[in-house]
């Protein structure tokens, strides 16, 4: 069965440091990879995606991710991270398919707090 | 930009009311989702709609139905409702069913929190 795993409900980073937010999966095939951002009384917004191709993908906000297809893993990152950066964080796989679609599967999310 | 709008932000309902959550989106998608979202369970997947008038039910179902009579429309339904139904309710849409992975982006709504008292 498809999954994938947050494994730290809270991220703290002071401003202008790396940050990391964890992500492994688990899928049968190829895996199909997100990251959303949801901000505070606000739904959630797309930053980047693996589909195919070039391990390090880059997204919205200087965000980028690193596909480890060893590890099974999906880890979001940026090399400063500013305070509005402070949200939940949502990994997601692309899950089994439908009739004729496909149906995302989420992590249970990572609060990253970034400290000024 | 791609709009989906959920009607309320905050609903207080009572048991055993029936419930209409209302989600509609302004660019001809033609798949919309359901979720709700809970502290330390993410979203889980309650209905989804690939077409009008077609409805596939998620991960948590019960206690919920759905309506789809319009393309740009999504209507999830507590047909009585209960307290363990608090929560956040988010609405979503996404291009087409079958299209290829990198246009396959989920779009969501602001979220609705609904208290059942």
């Known amino acids: 069965a498809q999954s994938v795993a947050q494994p730290e409900d809270q991220v703290n980073v002071a401003e202008g440091n790396p940050l990391t937010v964890k992500c492994t999966y688990s899928?049968?095939?190829?895996?199909?990879l997100f990251w959303y951002v949801q901000y505070p009384n606000r739904g959630l917004q797309f930053l980047l995606k693996?589909?195919?191709?070039?391990?390090l993908v880059k997204g919205s906000y200087g965000f980028e991710a690193e596909f480890n297809k060893s590890q099974t893993s999906f880890h979001l990152k940026k090399p400063s991270a500013l305070v509005s950066d402070s949200a939940l964080y949502f990994c997601?796989?692309?899950?089994?398919?439908?009739?004729?679609?496909?149906?995302?599967?989420f992590g249970a999310g990572t609060r990253l707090f970034v400290k000024a | 930009d791609v709009k989906v709008t959920q009607s309320s932000r905050y609903l207080v309902k009572r048991t055993g009311e029936k419930v209409f959550l209302e989600c509609v989106q302004d660019?001809?998608?033609?798949?919309m989702f359901w979720y709700r979202q809970d502290p330390g369970l993410g979203l889980r997947l309650i209905y989804f709609?690939?077409?009008?008038?077609?409805?596939e039910k998620g991960d948590i179902p019960e206690g919920y139905s759905v309506s789809r009579e319009k393309k740009e429309r999504f209507s999830l339904i507590l047909e009585s409702a209960s307290t363990n139904q608090t929560s956040m309710y988010l609405c979503?849409?996404?291009?087409?069913?079958?299209?290829?992975?990198?246009?396959?982006?989920?779009?969501f709504g602001a979220g609705t929190r609904l208290s059942v008292l």
């Open positions: 979503a849409s996404s291009l087409t069913a079958t299209a290829e992975l990198a246009k396959n982006i989920q779009y």
């Open positions: 899928v049968s095939g190829n895996p199909y």
């Open positions: 693996y589909i195919t191709g070039d391990n």
């Open positions: 997601a796989v692309r899950g089994k398919i439908w009739t004729g679609g496909f149906k995302t599967i």
């Open positions: 660019m001809d998608h033609e798949n």
């Open positions: 709609s690939y077409d009008v008038k077609m409805k």
